[in-house]
């Protein structure tokens, strides 16, 4: 658009006005002058844009809520791993990860049950899946077919016993990783002094007579005696089945007084002779064996590592070991033999698929089984995640870098431990009920109660104590059978 300006211009001629006619007449000139100027001008165009916008389709999923007590964060996050890779293949599966104390699973399930709402699995120790099998909690058909689905096979026999229910003849849980207990031992000390390897019970009270005082060695061994951990039990059972001192016989009568059960408990209570005095678990015995302060030590395949650069302390930072390559003069007795049989020890963990559990939660069991999947789990502590499968132990033993500090020797008796490991869960003429009431002895922290009143307060002898620990037993018993 053009815009026009007007200018006027007047021009005045004045004259001076004379007689004379010829003169000029005065005029004013009125000129317009038009100016074309541009004048920016906006003009608005509007664009009509079609944006193409993905509406998320919602799709039903089923939620696999998944107890476990490998709870620290580290743990936590490969086990959250392993199952969004899961998730990944299976997008109408949500597996929710909840880390949960070892300490508080038969708490934890027993408020779930009572709010109806279980999870769908479990990981726990074999001696929760006794329990939970007596209150038929667990859904055997799922682990049984679970197993299949791996392939019975590959499996260790021995955890598949120690898993299957003897009321039903099915297995009640999936046998997943585990660890052997052993007497670890100063082999370059032993082999000097002319002492036989801490495996019958005469070898470990020769050694535990001559090892105080030698070289740097203030102790024989660091006793479990804490009436407050589960350690004294993991040991003292060990000691009870290698003289065939078992909680209850074939009949199902309590037998935790029998003459075997009282020279377990002597045996076991005068060790502390040459031990670390006061109350004591599994740290301060582990300390004291790196500090080459103990020369024995009792304590599961989770020490190899520590045995190299050293544990953690509680306060922050690690133990010092004075004695250089400890690991390579450590000698391993996971065998015991005492004057009426012999036996091994150790833990198995399972993971446990629960009654109203989503079939789907199969397929999660079974992928944490499978492959490298499996491998990343027991990566986490490969020392304390002895492998259940055949077909993973190769895999296993190249887990650690720590491992070339042992014997082929010990390594192998490592791997095929599950085979001999016994519990006094695992006796096969036990019921459910039994089982159940051996969960609870070891729940109640009835032993260490023991052993603490024989070997520390005095206030026990071991007939007593065997008497006291009959009564106690005899008690759960019939709140069992009720």
């Not at 060695?217 to 065939?244: C, I, K, R, W």
């Not at 302060?293 to 045995?307: K, R, V």
Request: some cysteine.
């Amino acid at each position: 658009m053009k815009r026009l300006v007007t200018i006027l211009a007047v021009g005045a001629v004045l004259a001076s006005l004379v007689a004379a006619c010829a003169a000029p007449t005065p005029q004013v000139i009125e000129k317009e002058v038009i100016v074309e100027k541009e004048v920016p001008v906006t003009v608005e165009v509007v664009k009509e844009v079609v944006v193409e916008k993905e509406v998320p389709v919602e799709i039903e999923k089923t939620v696999v809520e998944f107890w476990t007590t490998d709870n620290e964060e580290e743990r936590v996050t490969v086990y959250e791993a392993v199952a969004a890779a899961f998730m990944v293949e299976h997008p109408k599966i949500d597996v929710r990860i909840v880390p949960i104390e070892e300490a508080g699973v038969s708490q934890r399930i027993a408020t779930a049950l009572a709010a109806n709402r279980l999870p769908d699995i479990v990981r726990m120790g074999i001696e929760r899946v006794a329990t939970f099998a007596a209150d038929e909690i667990l859904d055997e058909d799922a682990a049984e077919a679970v197993i299949a689905s791996i392939g019975e096979d590959d499996f260790r026999a021995g955890p598949l016993k120690m898993v299957t229910n003897p009321a039903t003849g099915k297995r009640a849980a999936v046998p997943f990783d585990g660890w052997i207990q052993a007497i670890w031992y100063r082999g370059d000390v032993f082999e000097g002094a002319g002492l036989n390897p801490p495996v019958s019970w005469d070898d470990i009270n020769a050694a535990c007579d001559a090892l105080p005082g030698m070289g740097n060695l203030l102790y024989a061994l660091t006793l479990a005696t804490d009436p407050g951990q589960n350690y004294p039990h993991q040991v003292f059972e060990q000691v009870a089945m290698s003289n065939n001192a078992w909680p209850f016989d074939e009949a199902g009568n309590v037998t935790m007084n029998t003459p075997e059960m009282v020279e377990a408990l002597k045996f076991y209570g005068e060790l502390q002779r040459c031990a670390m005095p006061g109350p004591q678990y599994w740290r301060g015995a582990r300390e004291a064996y790196e500090l080459d302060q103990s020369g024995m030590l009792f304590y599961s395949t989770y020490i190899m590592d520590d045995l190299v650069e050293g544990s953690g302390l509680a306060e922050g930072g690690k133990v010092q070991i004075p004695v250089e390559d400890l690991a390579l003069k450590t000698g391993f007795a996971p065998q015991m033999k005492g004057p009426n049989g012999s036996a091994s020890y150790g833990q198995l963990v399972t993971f446990g698929i629960m009654k109203g559990a989503d079939p789907e939660a199969q397929e999660v069991v079974k992928w944490f089984l499978t492959g490298q999947n499996y491998q990343d789990v027991l990566a986490l502590a490969p020392f304390g995640k002895v492998p259940v499968l055949k077909s993973a132990v190769d895999g296993w033993k190249d887990l650690s870098p720590f491992f070339g500090y042992y014997s082929d020797d010990t390594m192998a008796q490592i791997a095929n431990g599950f085979e001999t490991m016994q519990r006094w869960l695992f006796r096969p003429d036990y019921g459910p009920v039994e089982r159940a009431v051996i969960g609870d002895i070891e729940g109640r922290l009835l032993i260490p109660q023991a052993i603490s009143a024989i070997a520390l307060e005095g206030t026990m002898t071991p007939e007593t104590a065997a008497e006291w620990l009959q009564e106690q037993v005899e008690a759960m018993l019939a709140e069992r059978q009720e």
